[in-house]
């Protein structure tokens, strides 16, 4: 996980000048941080393409997300290939 959520040094939520929050994971479930749709599509592509190279797969059906503040940002919509 540690690899598909770090791909750019800006992915994730910044907390202080060199922390970031990235993902939250219990058991068998991730929920991925960033404070752009455009960020949280690129983790989602890597967290994808990682996990079909082990034969895991992201079930679509049990994927949701959100958008929190003022943004306009939630107006968008994530794709799974």
Known sequence: MKHAVHATEEAGLKLTKDKRLTDLCYAD??????????GLQAMMDSVACLANKVGLSINVAKTKWMAVGN???GNG?????
Do not use: F, G, R, Y
């Open 77 to 81: 919509q994530l794709m799974m290939n």
């Open 71 to 73: 943004s306009s940002n």
């Open 29 to 38: 479930d991730v929920a991925l941080i960033d404070d752009s749709v455009d």
